[in-house]
T-cell receptor, first 115, second 111 residues
Framework: GAVVSQHPSWVICKSGTSVKIECRSL??????MFWYRQFPKQSLMLMAT?????????EQGVEKDKFLINHASLTLSTLTVTSAHPEDSSFYIC???????????FGPGTRLTVT | RKEVEQDPGPFNVPEGATVAFNCTYSNSASQSFFWYRQDCRKEPKLLMSVYSSGNEDGRFTAQLNRASQYISLLIRDSKLSDSATYLC????????????FGGGTRVLVKP
């Protein structure tokens, strides 16, 4: 089955620092990956769509200079939260689209706490 | 109005019983639908795609009603392990095939 890994699973950082989160598709190649954010008791909100070899497409209201996305290979996308603030504390989840399908498989998520 | 709406629940279900719940979507151009389950503090996991003719996967049955713009999920013979939040998801080609998630329906199966 489709396996997507995410690293780190949790991170605590100080306000003003940057944090990089990695998302890997382990057993398939994903030309498209997605980054979501989920606040407690809320549903997933799409932040951006990451396409291999091209710039990410950001959703309205998501600052592209704050949330840097790189999709350099067919199995790896990274999200860097720059100059993190306490309000960026959230559960960040990536997903990868299964080839020739619209099904998405999710990584285990990264819980970010900014102090 | 939210694009995908769900009753948040919780649905308290005796073990072995059947539970069903719906999800409504606002955009009639939505092209495909999925049910995901999400356990507390975990990632969503694909439960099943929803086909126009309806489909069944073991104890789970999904139905799509395009005329009324809703999707349903039925769980038969509920197990304690079915306790989770069930997320209804719609795909809209005009929106770049992004998936739009509902807020989820929480199901609690009790002994």
């Amino acid at each position: 089955g489709a396996v997507v890994s995410q690293h780190p699973s949790w991170v605590i950082c100080k306000s003003g620092t940057s944090v990089k989160i990695e998302c890997r598709s382990l057993d398939f190649q994903a030309t498209t990956m997605f980054w979501y954010r989920q606040f407690p008791k809320q549903s997933l909100m799409l932040m951006a769509t990451s396409n291999e070899g091209s710039k990410a497409t950001y959703e309205q209201g998501v600052e592209k200079d704050k949330f840097l996305i790189n999709h350099a290979s067919l199995t790896l996308s990274t999200l860097t939260v720059t100059s993190a603030h306490p309000e960026d504390s959230s559960f960040y989840i990536c997903s990868a689209r299964w080839p020739f399908s619209y099904e998405q498989y999710f990584g285990p998520g990264t819980r970010l706490t900014v102090t | 109005r939210k694009e995908v709406e769900q009753d948040p629940g919780p649905f308290n279900v005796p073990e072995g019983a059947t539970v069903a719940f719906n999800c409504t979507y606002s955009n009639s151009a939505s092209q495909s639908f999925f049910w995901y389950r999400q356990d507390c503090r975990k990632e969503p996991k694909l439960l099943m795609s929803v086909y126009s003719s309806g489909n069944e996967d073991g104890r789970f049955t999904a139905q799509l009603n395009r005329a009324s713009q809703y999707i349903s999920l039925l769980i038969r013979d509920s197990k304690l392990s079915d306790s989770a939040t069930y997320l209804c998801v719609a795909r809209l080609k005009a929106a770049g095939n992004k998936l739009t998630f509902g807020g989820g329906t929480r199901v609690l199966v009790k002994p």
